[in-house]
T-cell receptor, first 113, second 111 residues
Framework: DGGITQSPKYLFRKEGQNVTLSCEQN?????MYWYRQDPGQGLRLIYY???????QKGDIAEGYSVSREKKESFPLTVTSAQKNPTAFYLC????????????FGDGTRLSIL | KNEVEQSPQNLTAQEGEFITINCSYS?????LHWLQQHPGGGIVSLFM???GKKKHGRLIATINIQEKHSSLHITASHPRDSAVYIC?????????????FGTGTLLAVQP
């Protein structure tokens, strides 16, 4: 079955360390998205990519970086510059230039010790 | 004020009850989505609407474009319906299919 795989499900890191969250999809989707979810708030867009080797900042990109070297993969790095990185991170994908629903992964919960 | 507002924020129901979750938005949209998030965190898409009404099993979604309002109904609710239900709107700008999300409604259905 096609879908989105996020790993790991839980991630713990010490303050000041960079950490990379993995997102892989086998849906042949061009567009991929990273969202952050905090208690009591709606999902907020961090970065998105419409095509390989291209990506754009979302609403809360500061302290994060991404790459899109392959269509299937869109890893998110949470850098030490992100002031409050503890959150639930969701990856999503969809066909480009379409209003079809986004497919979501199961998320990664990041906790900074 | 959030561009997408949901009500109620929390809802507790007895098994078998009819449930309604509301969503209002203040921006121009090309579509509205209802999503379901289970305790494990994964999100699945339930409906995408641009007009009228859609039904899938015990779930019904309606949208009134003029009033900028949508409702999600669950008939004959069951404990397995317990989840967070999220309303999101598509704001189509250029090549970006941007979604704006509501904060979600936490539904607990008790047996």
């Amino acid at each position: 079955d096609g879908g989105i795989t996020q790993s790991p499900k839980y991630l713990f890191r010490k303050e000041g360390q960079n950490v990379t969250l993995s997102c892989e999809q086998n849906l042949n989707h061009d567009a991929m998205y990273w969202y952050r979810q905090d208690p009591g708030q709606g999902l907020r867009l961090i970065y998105y990519s419409q095509i390989v080797n291209d990506f754009q900042k979302g609403d809360i990109a500061e302290g994060y970086s991404v790459s899109r070297e392959k269509k299937e993969s869109f890893p998110l790095t949470v850098t030490s510059a992100q002031k409050n990185p503890t959150a639930f991170y969701l990856c999503a994908s969809t066909k480009r230039d379409t209003l079809q629903p986004q497919h979501f992964g199961d998320g990664t919960r990041l906790s900074i010790l | 004020k959030n561009e997408v507002e949901q009500s109620p924020q929390n809802l507790t129901a007895q098994e078998g009850e009819f449930i309604t979750i509301n969503c209002s938005y203040s921006v121009g949209i090309s579509a509205l989505h209802w999503l379901q998030q289970h305790p494990g965190g994964g999100i699945v898409s339930l409906f995408m609407l641009s007009s009228g009404k859609k039904k899938h099993g015990r779930l019904i979604a309606t949208i009134n474009i003029q009033e900028k309002h949508s409702s999600l109904h669950i008939t004959a609710s069951h404990p397995r319906d317990s989840a967070v239900y999220i309303c999101a709107v598509s704001v189509y700008g250029g090549a970006t299919n941007k979604l704006i999300f509501g904060t979600g409604t936490l539904l607990a259905v008790q047996p």
